[in-house]
């Protein structure tokens, strides 16, 4: 088996990459309108703890992912049985992620396609990326980010114009406590999220500052995608933001520059697709680790050809329209998530934790 | 429409199982053909219009049910 290996910088690269797809293009925090900009900076200071927990709790087991970890310090049975729980939610997460493009993709490009075409494109080169390994994935999103992050600075330069600050105001119009509400949902989706990289965290090059991985991409990048937020709000207002499904490719139609320079959305619809495959790929890889480890099998990608088909399946049937798919992550998301990602990591590091100090006392 | 689900899945197993073979892992083989047939089923179904009930209609109320219970914070 070919051992993969990437260092902290590449690791954190898609830790910056994970929160930027989603922010891009759908209205985040729009339950508070022009305050959803208050909610996201809001909501990468709560989502900062756990980050640190999940980067503690990594440390404990140098070099594992978390489904070893969990078979270390819960034993085989208990290990596995959570093991098959987390694989299910990454598999929920990457059907989630796959289904959000194919709806965009089906709602702004190709009305008339059957949806599993472009999706059957899309899981074979995810097959093809993994494949080739973790290191070509990154190399891919590396070339793809420079370009993206050059042409998004270009088109907010061009957008300058339409903006409008006031916008922007009042501030705090909605009660705190509700800007509060969208910040812990905001963080839950998509910066605590960041969970799925300990599943395949054994890829990390270890050394001391693997500890602290997360906190600075998330930072950066929750700096970055507030900053997303603000232009969108700037050139919609707050409830043209808060009805459009997709404000961030509606925000990009704005611009007219000297009349001819227009129909600048298509940089938004492929940055999302790019940063949307890439999640995607994680997902996957995270799902195929997952079953290797419950199955105790040589390599992940022996099984990623069945992992991405039942990932694929679970995407064309999971939502029957985008309506379905906002109701669902607006009332439930947040309390799943909440456990998945909060509440069980907090159990699984307190006990870890006890466990080592255990193997420490008696050894 | 059925025909070229068989036909997609029935290619990508075979080569899938062969590859395994061939590099001998035994292991992994009923674990390919139960994951594959998974999607293979639904995608069957699927393809031939047989209504197949939303699984979200029952996580959704599984997620409710669970909310419920816990006092609903959230």
Redesign the interface.
């Given at each position: 088996m070919k051992r993969e290996v990437i260092s902290n910088k590449q690791m954190q690269l898609f830790i910056f990459i994970y929160p930027i797809g989603s922010y891009s293009l759908f209205n985040m925090g729009a339950g508070v309108k022009q305050d959803a900009w208050i909610a996201s900076i809001i909501g990468i200071i709560i989502s900062m703890p756990m980050l640190f927990l999940y980067g503690r709790l990594m440390d404990l087991y140098p070099g594992k992912n978390l489904f070893e970890l969990l078979e270390i310090v819960f034993g085989k049975f208990f290990g596995k049985i959570l093991s098959v729980l987390f694989v299910f939610h990454i598999i929920f997460i990457g059907a989630y992620i796959f289904h959000n493009i194919m709806d965009f993709i089906k709602l702004t490009a190709l009305w008339n396609t059957p949806i599993f075409i472009p999706m059957l494109c899309m899981i074979l080169l995810c097959i093809w990326i993994l494949k080739e390994g973790i290191e070509t994935l990154w190399g891919w999103a590396k070339f793809n980010i420079r370009l993206i992050l050059i042409f998004m600075i270009f088109t907010w330069i061009l957008l300058i114009p339409e903006m409008q600050l006031s916008n922007l105001q009042p501030f705090f119009y909605s009660s705190f406590e509700k800007i509060l509400n969208e910040g812990?949902s905001l963080a839950i989706y998509p910066f605590i999220e960041s969970f799925i990289f300990l599943l395949f965290f054994d890829v990390v090059q270890y050394d001391s500052s693997t500890k602290n991985i997360f906190i600075k991409p998330v930072i950066v990048s929750g700096l970055f995608v507030t900053l997303i937020m603000m232009i969108n709000l700037m050139l919609l207002g707050g409830n043209a933001y808060a009805s459009f499904y997709y404000p961030g490719y509606e925000a990009m139609k704005k611009m007219h520059l000297a009349g001819s320079f227009q129909r600048m959305e298509i940089i938004v619809s492929i940055e999302f697709i790019i940063f949307r495959f890439v999640e995607i790929d994680c997902c996957l890889l995270g799902a195929s680790k997952g079953?290797q480890k419950i199955?105790?099998?040589?390599d992940y990608r022996?099984?990623l050809?069945?992992?991405a088909?039942?990932l694929?399946?679970?995407a064309?049937?999971?939502?029957?329209s985008i309506m379905?798919a906002k109701e669902?992550v607006a009332?439930?998301w947040?309390?799943?998530g909440?456990?998945l990602q909060v509440v069980l990591p907090i159990i699984i590091f307190i006990v870890a934790l006890i466990r080592k100090k255990w193997v420490i006392q008696n050894s | 429409m059925i025909f070229i689900v068989l036909i997609f899945y029935a290619i990508i197993s075979i080569y899938g199982v062969l590859s395994l073979y061939k590099k001998n892992l035994k292991k992994e083989i009923p674990i390919y053909i139960f994951l594959i047939s998974i999607s293979f089923i639904l995608n069957s179904l699927i393809a031939m219009k047989v209504p197949i009930p939303d699984p979200m209609i029952y996580f959704r109320k599984f997620l409710e049910w669970l909310k419920r219970i816990l006092g609903g914070f959230l």
């Open positions: 812990l079953i199955f105790n099998l040589n022996d099984i050809v069945p992992v088909s039942l694929m399946t679970l064309y049937i999971m939502f029957g379905e669902f009332d439930l947040t309390f799943y909440f456990l | -």
